[in-house]
């Protein structure tokens, strides 16, 4: 995740505070917030994820006038390249998140202007039972403040399956 | 409230009840604000015949930041100093989730929690750790 200008808003912190189902006015409310240790509106602790919004190139965002692998009149918009894929293919069987670390230097606060750099880490291989061979990578991800002060450190680590992962029971769904 | 470290002692348990009957609607509005809007976790033709999936499946980050909201009702705002996680296995629509955080250390105005999330078959969904600042 890489963000030149990551703007931190008030309405963007209280929509997502919304989907993680969390009502704390700290999030939401100027006043309340003011009144509270915080002393005005914070994001919630995972809100830097949301720097997404502000990657040009966060491939996992539809762009204008741009192929998108999702279902439209067809399964999927992307044609597979013919021998290509394996796992779910499609760009789908592929990437899931293992693990997410934060570690917070200060809270992160609406007003805020941050800056998201990303650095690669390790890669790893690993067996796995139910979803074939697992392909590891790690990325830390630092976010600056307008001074350049270090505010979150993040350090993902994503996983690629050779096929989708096996349920162990039915889907309930 | 934050947490005093003399009301706190090692094995010390809160737990949170983070949703009941997760529904696909907040796995979209969770797309919508965080902007991973990766198929798989809202287009269910996609991801049940292109990627081979049973049904689409909440973001792992849903959980975290679900299981975050269990972690700042009890240390406070803005007390966090590291919170970290694995995703253990996947959550569904449906799925009814209870967070537990174990106090395994208390010191030098530091609190560290074992951080765990469950499903209603009590599947461990996600594992973790936080730490806090407590006065």
Redesign the interface.
């Known amino acids: 995740m890489a963000a030149k200008r990551f703007p931190v808003e008030a309405s963007h912190i209280l929509m997502f505070a919304r989907s993680v189902g969390d009502d704390n006015p700290v999030y939401s409310d100027e006043e309340a917030a003011k009144k509270t240790e915080a002393g005005g509106i914070i994001a919630p602790p995972t809100f830097v994820q949301s720097s997404a919004q502000f990657d040009p190139d966060y491939f996992l965002r539809p762009k204008i006038g741009q192929p998108w692998f999702g279902s439209g009149k067809n399964p999927t918009g992307i044609t597979r390249a013919p021998g290509g894929g394996g796992g779910g293919g499609g760009g789908g069987g592929g990437g899931l998140h293992a693990e997410q670390h934060y570690e917070y230097h200060r809270a992160v606060r609406a007003g805020d202007v941050l800056t998201a750099t990303t650095f690669p880490g390790k890669t790893w291989e690993k067996e796995g039972k139910r979803s074939g061979k697992l392909v590891f990578s790690e990325s830390v991800t630092e976010y600056r403040d307008q001074n350049g002060e270090l505010v979150v450190t993040a350090r993902g680590v994503g996983v690629r399956t050779e096929r989708p992962v096996e349920q162990p029971a039915p889907a309930k769904a | 409230m934050?947490l005093k470290a003399s009301d706190l002692k090692v094995g010390d348990v809160h737990t949170a009840r983070?949703?009941e009957d997760l529904k696909r609607t907040?796995i979209v509005?969770?797309a919508?604000?965080?902007?991973?809007?990766?198929?798989?976790h809202t287009?269910e033709?996609?991801?049940t015949?292109?990627?081979?999936?049973?049904?689409?499946f909440a973001?792992?980050?849903?959980t975290?930041?679900?299981t975050?909201?269990m972690?700042?009702?009890y240390v406070?705002?803005?007390r966090?100093?590291?919170?970290?996680?694995?995703?253990t296995s996947?959550v569904?629509?449906?799925?009814t989730l209870d967070s537990t955080a174990t106090v395994t250390e208390v010191g030098g105005g530091i609190a560290k929690f074992d951080v765990k999330t469950v499903n209603q078959?009590g599947?461990e969904v996600l594992s973790g750790y936080a730490e806090a600042r407590v006065d």
Not at chain 2, 32 to 40: Q, R
Not at chain 2, 59 to 62: A, V, Y
Not at chain 2, 80 to 87: E, I
């Open positions: 934050p983070l949703v907040q509005q969770y919508g604000a965080s902007g991973d809007y990766n198929p798989l287009d033709i996609f991801t015949q292109v990627a081979g999936y049973p049904s689409v973001h792992g980050m849903l975290m930041g679900m975050g909201k972690l700042t009702d406070g705002d803005a966090l100093t590291k919170y970290g996680v694995r995703f996947q569904w629509p449906g799925d078959n599947v």
